[in-house]
């Protein structure tokens, strides 16, 4: 497997494509692509600015998605490269998101070590009755979550 740079409009049309449970991110800082030996997409990445705003400090990057089509080793591979990226360009922590069901071992096999459990919480529909009914409910409202995060050591 190779790490290589790939667009956001690539990565957003590989999550569209393979992944289960979530829709593609809108913006990112930077996506990560993982290629196979004759070259075809298998994973990617992507990171960007902390959803929560009290992470938004200018020194956390959140890893948004990871998707893959089930290689071996493939997610943990890439939470690594975003992490030595993330590193690289002076951040010194970088978070991310597992529901609670999943086991994390991509994330534990990457150095990531778990944080705490979050409770669920109502999707982006519950805000707003007004807007209940033109709102999609593809996402994480509902599902227990759990918070990872990795960090510089100084």
């Not at 593609?24 to 705003?53: D, Q």
């Not at 150095?111 to 709102?135: I, M, N, Q, Y």
Request: aromatic share 6%; proline share 5%; charged share 20%.
């Amino acid at each position: 497997m190779v790490i290589s740079p790939i667009t956001l409009k690539t990565a957003q049309a590989f999550i569209a494509q393979h992944h289960r449970h979530n829709k593609p991110p809108r913006g990112h800082k930077f996506s990560i692509g993982l290629k196979n030996a004759a070259g075809e997409l298998i994973g990617v990445a992507t990171a960007g600015r902390p959803i929560a705003r009290h992470f938004d400090d200018g020194l956390t990057l959140e890893i948004n998605r990871t998707c893959t089509t089930g290689e071996r080793n493939a997610n943990s591979a890439l939470y690594g490269a975003v992490w030595r990226a993330a590193r690289a360009m002076g951040y010194q922590r970088c978070i991310t998101y597992t529901q609670a069901d999943e086991s994390g071992a991509s994330l534990r096999a990457a150095g990531f070590v778990r944080v705490r459990e979050l409770p669920p919480r109502p999707g982006w529909a519950a805000s707003s009755v007004a807007l209940k009914d033109k709102r999609d409910p593809i996402g994480n409202g509902g599902v227990s979550r759990v918070l990872w995060e990795i960090r510089r050591v100084v």
